[in-house]
């Protein structure tokens, strides 16, 4: 019997839940949590515990590499939406008979690109379901559809996997444990970054130029912007190692594909960089009452420039910008206000 999930890093009430799940299946799944912990793996692992026999491991394989003919992929047309027409061709293909297996499986790696139209073009489906079709939609929060079509799924939430068990993982894979220790605390529970980000020499200054921030920090005008041009460029090194290239012969759709990953990479090293800022101020506050720290090799005195209550003003203000960067404003701009309101809280 092939074991689906072997490789899986964390998340293993999740897969205890779907191994569960596999034997008497429904017929919507809605997998929500943060970007980057492996939703995606899990979601085409679960596909083949429903779409292949538990001892055929072609079929396992080529519904994990997207080749099994009753595996359908759903992805946005273009760089940002999923559209009204791909879910009347979604509904249209659903009603269609298997061609190898008991059932089709649909799965929409986006979902929350999913545009109000095309919710509603499938929401009759998930309300009437075929035998014969299921779905697993994958996005980061429940409310990025909606309500409408988030109710008629069971919801499986996904949360970070734990930094001693990425680290345990990738020490397994014969990474050094620097290596391994490093890309664990960078990756803030998000396995699939840990991995991209392994091998790479620069993840120690990454997280040396976001723990410099506090230092930097002035009310001069134009500093801000300078200091967010900063550690954007520290994490340009990171984002080339982690970017598919483009070759002439990759088919628009796979471009197109790689430049929503690569958004996406940008994004989770951008919140990874304001978590570890967050850190520092958390630490600044633990240190002056005593308790433990996370950041051991920031020298204490500099945890004693801020005072506990300013800094954990100062941590708030650090994690509001996360929600600011995941509303799509530009990087630039929300890094420069943040270290401009940074500079000026007491």
Known sequence: MVNLFTGVIGHQRVISLLEREAQAPGH????????????????????ASLLC?????DCHRRVQSAAHP????????????????QARRTVARAALAPVESQRKVFLFEEAGLMNDEAANA????????????????????????????????R???????????????????????????????????????ALALAEQSELAEYRRVWLSVPSQLSARPGDAFRLAEHVLAAAKPLLDAVKTGKDEGVTREAQERQERASRRAALALQVNGLEILASWFRDAAAAQFGAPVRNEDVPPTAFTTVSPQAAVARAERVLQTVEVLEGHQRPALALAALFADLSVID
């Open 53 to 57: 026999d538990a001892d055929d491991e």
């Open 28 to 47: 919507a799944y809605l997998f929500t949590g943060p970007a980057g912990v492996g939703k995606a793996t899990v979601a085409r692992r679960f596909a």
């Open 122 to 153: 499938l929401l009759k489906t998930l309300e009437e379901p075929s035998l014969s079709a299921a779905f697993i939609l994958i996005t980061e929060s429940e409310d990025d559809l909606p309500a409408t079509v988030a109710s008629r799924c």
């Open 155 to 193: 919801i499986v939430r996904f949360g970070r996997a734990g930094e001693a068990e990425i680290r345990q993982a990738l020490l397994d894979r014969d990474l050094n444990e620097e290596q391994a220790g490093e890309a664990a605390r960078i990756s803030g529970g998000r396995p699939g970054l």
């Open 70 to 85: 009753d595996l359908i992929l759903v992805e946005p047309d273009g760089a940002s939406a999923l559209t009204v027409d």
